[in-house]
């Protein structure tokens, strides 16, 4: 069955940096988009970055220039690489695929309802 485990959160001083990893099994990791989503006490859960099956990518305005998502095709892993970390930032972080669009609709999107299987989190924890 398909499982997504992400790893590699943690707590950082304000500036500092982490590399999230998002572990994938169970389909053909290549083929489909996926994306990085944070969520904070109380707050929605929003899209930070998504990456195509193209490898195409998309960022929230809050962390263009900071954030980089990229994909590791052969060993089947999504990271996000965060620099420049803010405590805004702080929040659960989560991997997301979306296994059902057609092949002709996977560029990357923030569209949480399109995403059909999610990781357990990671937590990031940012100190001013």
């Known amino acids: 069955q398909v499982q997504l485990v992400e790893s590699g959160g943690g707590s950082v001083y304000t500036g500092g940096s982490l590399r999230l990893s998002c572990a994938a099994s169970?389909?053909?990791?290549?083929?489909?988009?996926m994306g990085w989503f944070r969520q904070a006490p109380g707050k929605e859960r929003e899209g930070v970055a998504a990456?195509?099956?193209?490898?195409?990518?998309s960022y929230a305005d809050s962390v263009k220039g900071r954030f980089t998502i990229s994909k590791d095709n052969a060993n089947k892993i999504l990271y996000l690489q965060m620099n420049s970390l803010k405590p805004e930032d702080a929040a659960m972080y989560y991997c997301?695929?979306?296994?059902?669009?057609?092949?002709?609709?996977?560029?990357?999107?923030?569209?949480?309802?399109?995403?059909?299987?999610w990781g357990q989190g990671t937590q990031v924890t940012v100190s001013s």
């Open positions: 990456i195509g099956s193209d490898d195409s990518t």
């Open positions: 169970g389909y053909t990791f290549s083929r489909y988009r």
């Open positions: 997301a695929a979306d296994l059902n669009s057609p092949w002709w609709a996977r560029g990357p999107t923030f569209a949480r309802d399109l995403y059909d299987y």
